[in-house]
């Protein structure tokens, strides 16, 4: 949520910070600001909506300055309107901000006593506010900063830019994430490395209630209790090309098209190189775990709900799954034999790293499973798996769930060797059948051109149904997330043996109900389900392979898809779930890759 970026540079900064805010619009993009220091002379500019609108407001008022920074936000407090936009100002201090202040009610009322005004509704306002009445308290910039800091609750990643100072910049992580880039003779500050992608590969990831004062020399960092802290430069690998859309119209399409590559690599470092065995860490053992427990949101919760039966099936493992928002609040019941896995594309999403740490005490293993390798999950877990997808721009997850999916299975596969379930040939008979995954990807997305015809007739509805059995139960709610976030169709994904509990009245002949439905062992009882529809008029579309086809009977709608081993099919048939919201959402016209009031990485609650 809200992208940050700061630079202190040697060159003009204006134009470089756009450029950083377009890798960070993911994050947010209701309206997007920078403010700099030319001569001594703090400015900014601000402008509604997309970064476009920022950058055409640059045109007609340029922003000179090597010092500088800026925002792209996602809306929490106040609409998104210019006033709202950061950096906000107060006196000599421009502050931008990812987060939330939760305290800023009782911190604005305090100030307002003391005659300090704001003009805008944003919880961000009044760090600047308040950072203003420090420095007119006669504290300098820095010291002003840390005053502020120490009054404020909740979650935030801040920088702060001070008028008179060409030379320094303020950053402070709690809860949200910031790293620190190193440049010669620039220095940098910004949500994450692939903001920073193009200017530096030296990158520090600040460490929760850091703080660091940067010039062009150097980042001074102190720990949450004042204490200098060193903190590790790291050099990270992201070039350019993994951050365009390679000739493809949206990233979303390209990320699609990329699962074949990244699911092959993926399966060849998470195995030995005769890809005949298991090479997950050492650390992930799951001789002595008697329940596992699957943690996280959105997209990464269908992988989850995939997985358990996966765990359960290849392992004997108990295993549950939850969503990560209510899972921080309740009262886990966890000890040493258990494990928990936190499932998180960006690695940052709020409620799921705040999960991680409601139980990471008490538990006898967390593992995170994460894209981003430097994430906070990743570095606060346990053991680390990367999924391996490589940068997914698109705020609609594709190759990052196909590649938790992988990743999922592969530690299932372990589970069940560790546990006695499989032996050694059994696991290398499985991966056998993983190494066909990449052909089979392939296959499914040459029936693009059939799912693009299908979307046509999804385009034009209101509302769709998406059914499944077993692990395309999961599946199902992952293709109507897809749809629902892409088109802003109404679309529900549930058991196929649920309809007849209620859904089964929303049928007419007018309302899409995607069946998906492989012929795997349940295949003839979704087409059970199916028929009912089928009774009532509905608008089947009955995705499956050949045979299963021929079987189900005469349907309205249907594709078809490659035969494919039981345990391949989620991944094989997310890529018609993937496609059919892509091409509805083009047909639609609708934003594909920053769908409205969405952002890519949620890092507020
Ligand atoms: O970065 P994360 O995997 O933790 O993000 C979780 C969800 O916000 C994310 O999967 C979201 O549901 C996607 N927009 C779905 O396409």
Redo the contacts with the bound molecule.
Sequence with gaps: MCGIVGILGRHQVAPIILDALRRLEYRGYDSAGIATVNEGRLDRRRALGKLVNLSDHLVHEPLPGKAGIGHTRWATHGAPTVVNAHPHRAGRVAVVHNGIIENFRALRAELAAAGLAHESDTDTETVAVLTRHHLDQGLGPAEAAFATLARLEGAFALAFLFDGEDDLMVGARQGSPLAVGHGTGEMYLGSDALALAPLTDRITYLEEGDRVVITRDGALITDAQGRRANRPVTTVRLDQATVDKAGHRHFMAKEIAEQPAVLGAALGFHCSPDKTALALPEDLDFTNTDRLTLV???????AAQVAKYWFESLAGLPCETDI?SEYRYRHPVVGAANMAVF???????A??LAALRHVRARIGCSVGV???PSSS?ARESDVALPVLAGPEI?????K??TA?LLVLLLMALKAGQDRGHLDGAQVAAHLRALQTLPGLMRAALDREPAIADLAQGLAGVNHALFLGRGPMFPLAA?AA??LK?LSYIHAEGYASGELKHGPIALIDETMPVVVLAPRDGLFAKTVSNMQEVLARQGRVVLISDRAGLAEAGPVPDSLVMPEVPDLLAPFVYAVPAQLLAYHAALARGTDVDQ?RN?????TVE
């Design positions: 996280a949101c959105g997209t990464g919760h269908y990560a499932i998180s594309q960006s690695g940052e999403t409620d799921t994460v894209n981003v999950i698109s705020v609609a997850s594709t990052a769930f938790q992952e997330l897809k976030e769908p969405l952002a890519k990485s949620v």
